[in-house]
């Protein structure tokens, strides 16, 4: 069975860091997309940063410069280090990613648990 496991969330003061990762478990052929989203309270989920079919890393406007995604293909890990945090980066952080399960399948969506990240002011 598939799965995202989160970590890396918490409490922080604005101005402040926290890294997230997430790492892919269980028994899979291969991985296409990883990336992270984010969802605040009232709000709809949003793509946070991640890499597109092309290769190039995309990051939401709000977070340019300030945040930074990563990916090891060889772990099946995606990391985000978030930098000089801000109120309104608070959310719940999801891990994405595009997986195909077993050879011949179709590429599958999963989600992780999200973890909570709250920047106090």
């Known amino acids: 069975q598939v799965q995202l496991v989160e970590s890396g969330g918490g409490l922080v003061q604005a101005g402040g860091s926290l890294r997230l990762s997430c790492a892919a478990s269980g028994s899979f052929v291969s991985i296409n997309a990883m990336n992270w989203y984010r969802q605040a309270p009232g709000k709809q989920r949003e793509l946070v940063a991640g890499?597109?079919?092309?290769?190039?890393?995309t990051y939401a406007d709000s977070v340019k410069g300030r945040f930074t995604f990563s990916r090891d293909n060889a772990k099946n890990t995606v990391s985000l280090q978030m930098n000089s945090l801000k109120p309104e980066d608070t959310a719940v952080y999801y891990c994405?990613?595009?997986?195909?399960?077993?050879?011949?399948?179709?590429?599958?969506?999963?989600w992780g648990q999200g973890t909570q990240v709250t920047v106090s002011s």
């Open positions: 890499v597109t079919r092309g290769g190039t890393t």
């Open positions: 994405y990613a595009e997986i195909m399960p077993r050879a011949g399948e179709l590429m599958y969506r999963y």
